[in-house]
Structures are given as C-alpha cells and as structure tokens.
C-alpha cells in the first residue's frame, strides 16, 4: 500500500481522521456479521473458538506481510477486536438463547 506524503502534522492528521472513519464504518459491519453468527452457534464454545481464532490471526499476519502492514501491530490490533467481539458475541448468545427459552 503506498501512503501520500504529506507536507505537515495537519495533513497527517486529516489522513489518518479519513482512515479512521473507513476503520469504524468497517468494524460496524463486521460487528453485523458478528451479531449474525451468534444465530447459527448452539454453545458458548462455539463462540469462543479458539482454533477459529488463530486461524484469522494466521491470516491477518499474511495479509500485513502482504500489504506492508506491521505484522505484530496487526496481530494486536485483530486480538484486542477479536476479543471484544467475542464479548458481543456471547451477550447477543445469551439473549437469543433467553428469548428461544420464551424469557
């Protein structure tokens, strides 16, 4: 991936604010899909899932190698998400497994 270069801290900035926003709008919708998995999943270990984990790390490491990206830092970044997903994940679990339930 090529970066502009830019000629002061205000355009660095502005760079990375439009980046930012790109990033939200995309944890927004892999959060949908997230909260959609959690339909199809019968246990909280399947939530969990830790092989399914370390095969997205697996993945994201080749891709930062791929595109230029530090590989730990994107490592770091997928684990900290990942794990705040999977606390979504199982709330959204518990909620379908209440209303299923009739609660």
């Known amino acids: 991936m090529m970066t502009a270069t830019c000629e002061s801290l205000e355009e660095v900035r502005t760079q ?11 944890v927004a919708e892999r959060g949908g899909y997230v ?4 339909k ?5 270990d399947d939530v969990k899932a830790p092989q ?14 791929e595109l230029g990206a530090n590989p730990d830092v994107t490592e770091r970044v997928y684990r900290a998400m990942i794990a705040a997903f999977i606390e979504a994940e199982m709330a ?5 497994a209440g209303s299923a339930s009739g609660d």
Do not use: N
């Not at 909260?35 to 959690?38: I, N």
């Open 16 to 26: 990375i604010d439009r980046l930012d926003r790109q990033i939200v709008a995309l």
């Open 35 to 38: 909260k959609q998995a959690a």
């Open 40 to 44: 199809f999943k019968k246990t909280t």
């Open 52 to 65: 399914r984990v370390e095969q997205v790390i697996a993945k994201v490491k080749s891709l930062a190698g």
């Open 92 to 96: 959204e679990h518990a909620r379908l």
